[in-house]
């Protein structure tokens, strides 16, 4: 069955409510139809029912009046018929709700379903500029938003209006055109009166909405951030900071309550004005004989029945009005434009020797600022290559390129003779099995981190690879063993086993082609021979790709090649670059030093 997405972009903030017709009524889900046909019947029914109530407690008022046909005898039909009409009133309203529940549920699990896909879908560049808690927010006020929207749009206001219309035709045509008049003139002036007012609110809404999400960013941001916190001893700084946002959010609140007060208060006295005004007219006409009491009582009823939804539309509208901004809010996110799209032809890729070639290629985040400039190199099938070079030279924007965060601006990336460009990014991805420099876990079991290299795959497999990773003895170790929770961005774990978590992860991915990007920059140096033997016999059968800066760990690669400034200036094994005595042998030498001070070095200061 198609479940057919929210209609995004600036059309659907122009259509607004009219955007979530597909999602009521789908092209291809009989289901929904039918409940979304049954809630209708049952809302008509629930109104025809709501219309004879008055009509019904008027003939008792008549019957039991001085006078009246049935003055000594209780009309027990007609109370009977009274208490029905309300049963079937609630009952009808209430079946209604229990239809379209589904409607409203799936309309919010869609909404929230795309809007998820389409920010998993946008360029790491907008991931590295976003803001977590504020995007969270948004999210949720939006979908928030569609549920109040499809509710009480459908089902309160539009059924009220015709309520009020139906209840303007029983006046006209049981007494006078006036009393449909007047009543229409006050529910009109109620309603403009409430869209002005509302309007004008809108700005306080609005600067509630941005001051909670600055505060709700600051918050999270600051708390991510828990131990760099401590470690300047900032505390006092951060609660500044959250309640300065907070502070201006109070201010927002404040204005939007003493605006909504007088918001309140004028349509109360429209409200009594219009109901003074008919009552005053009824009881003229009963006064007059031209009326009876019933007829009094019928025209008080109807006003107090409609009395409360004119003041509940109050509300309604206000939430409305507010749903609709915080929906155009998450359809901006949808408005984000995806900068890395696969092409409407674009296949699988096909992996067959596993060659990776970089072919004259040129790329910059800014276009103003080149990063990398006409490199040119080749993973030959089953070889490992090295790139090495200083800090800035581009080394891990030859990771983000190669799995696709972003395109080259000029040159080719080609798998096997397939241009990567021209591939679906999820089989480049299925491909590729990457060490990060920079580990992220998700809050949740090691063994859920692990499993995430293949999900699906059998305990054994998992606990196979965190043997192979060196990481097996010290989970078996832990109280709860693979159920360890790792916290929030892996916390829990030191820099080095959170490293293995990752290196077990992607031997359990089982990819063709392997992307160390300094895989084992956060371990010791025990630990990292250790890890350096597991990776050698990962890698062994399979094309790798090393991105480092520490050069120990490249020393057995079958090529090495040294970035500068965005361009290989050298390139060779370990021996060779070390004969020739150029950049890459001035960097061993000085890591060397690094790792092993000269021992006259360290007595250089002392008198003999």
């Known amino acids: 069955m198609s479940e057919n997405p929210i209609e995004s972009g600036p059309s659907a903030r122009r259509h607004g409510v009219l955007t979530l017709l597909p999602y009521i009524w789908p092209r291809s889900g009989r289901e929904i139809k039918l409940r979304v046909a049954a809630a209708l019947v049952a809302l008509a029914a629930a109104k025809v029912a709501n219309i004879y109530v008055p009509l019904i407690y008027r003939d008792a008022v008549d019957l039991l009046s001085p006078g009246g046909a049935a003055a000594a005898v209780l009309p027990i039909g007609l109370l009977l018929a009274y208490g029905g009409a309300r049963v079937l009133t609630v009952a009808f309203a209430e079946l209604r709700e229990a239809l379209f529940a589904k409607v409203v549920q799936r309309a919010m699990r869609q909404a929230a379903l795309r809007t998820f896909r389409h920010i998993h879908g946008l360029s790491l560049r907008y991931h590295l500029e976003r803001r977590t808690g504020g995007l969270s927010r948004v999210i949720e006020r939006g979908i928030k938003g569609i549920e109040f929207l499809l509710d009480f749009m459908l089902f309160n206001i539009v059924p009220t209006l015709v309520e009020i219309l139906l209840v303007c035709g029983v006046l006209w045509g049981l007494f006078d055109v006036w009393y449909a008049l007047v009543t229409l003139v006050s529910i009109t002036g109620y309603i403009v009166f409430t869209?002005?007012?509302?309007?004008?609110?809108?700005?306080?809404?609005?600067?509630?909405?941005?001051?909670?999400?600055?505060?709700?960013?600051?918050?999270?941001?600051?708390?991510?951030n828990y131990e760099t916190v401590k470690?300047?001893?900032?505390?006092?700084?951060?609660?500044?900071?959250?309640?300065?946002?907070?502070?201006?959010?109070?201010?927002?609140?404040?204005?939007?309550?003493?605006?909504?007060?007088a918001l309140n208060v004028g349509q109360g006295v429209i409200i009594a004005t219009g109901l003074v005004a008919v009552m005053f007219m009824a009881g003229q006409g009963v006064v007059a004989?031209?009326?009876?009491?019933?007829?009094?009582?019928?025209?008080?009823?109807?006003?107090?029945?409609?009395?409360?939804?004119?003041?509940?539309?109050?509300?309604?509208?206000?939430?409305?009005?507010?749903s609709l901004i915080d929906m155009t809010g998450m359809f901006r996110l949808l408005d984000v434009e995806q900068e890395v799209v696969d092409r409407p032809d674009a296949e699988d890729l096909v992996v067959t020797a596993g060659e990776v070639r970089f072919d004259d290629v040129s790329f910059g985040y800014d276009e103003r600022r080149p990063i990398l400039k006409n490199v040119s190199f080749v993973v030959p099938p089953g070889k490992t290559v090295a790139i090495v070079g200083p800090s800035g030279a581009g080394k891990s924007t030859i990771s983000r390129i190669l799995y696709r965060f972003y395109d080259v601006t000029d040159g080719r990336i080609l798998i096997d003779g397939q241009d990567i460009r021209g591939v679906r990014q999820h089989s480049l991805r299925e491909a590729i099995g990457i060490v990060p420099q920079d580990t992220v876990l998700f809050n949740d079991t090691i063994y859920y981190n692990i499993a995430y290299g293949r999900p699906g795959a059998a305990r054994e497999e998992v606990e196979e690879a965190a043997r192979l990773a060196r990481i097996h003895g010290f989970v078996a170790e832990l109280p709860d063993g693979y159920g360890s929770m790792v916290g929030e961005r892996g916390l829990k774990l030191s820099g080095g086993e959170k490293q293995?978590?990752?290196?077990?992860?992607?031997?359990?991915?089982?990819?063709?082609?392997?992307?160390?990007?300094?895989?084992?920059?956060?371990?010791?140096?025990?630990?990292?021979?250790?890890?350096?033997?597991?990776?050698?016999?990962?890698s062994a059968d399979r094309t790798t790709l090393i991105i480092a800066h520490r050069l120990s760990t490249v020393v057995h690669a079958d090529e090495i090649l040294v970035l500068q400034q965005g361009r290989i200036v050298e390139r060779g094994t370990h021996e060779k670059l070390l004969a020739a005595n150029g950049s890459y042998a001035k960097l061993w030498q000085t890591q060397r030093r690094a790792a092993a001070p000269d021992k006259e070095t360290a007595v250089a200061g002392v008198e003999p």
């Open 289 to 322: 004989k031209t009326m009876t009491v019933g007829d009094f009582v019928l025209v008080n009823t109807y006003l107090i029945q409609l009395y409360l939804p004119l003041n509940f539309l109050g509300f309604v509208y206000r939430n409305i009005r507010q």
């Open 231 to 261: 470690y300047f001893g900032n505390e006092d700084h951060e609660a500044r900071r959250f309640d300065d946002a907070m502070r201006a959010y109070e201010r927002a609140a404040v204005h939007s309550t003493v605006s909504l007060s």
């Open 500 to 538: 293995r978590v990752a290196i077990a992860r992607t031997i359990l991915k089982r990819p063709r082609i392997l992307l160390f990007d300094e895989a084992t920059s956060a371990l010791d140096s025990h630990t990292e021979q250790e890890i350096q033997r597991s990776l050698d016999e990962v």
């Open 195 to 224: 869209m002005l007012v509302t309007e004008w609110r809108i700005k306080f809404r609005r600067e509630m909405n941005d001051r909670d999400t600055e505060a709700n960013t600051k918050a999270i941001d600051s708390l991510l």
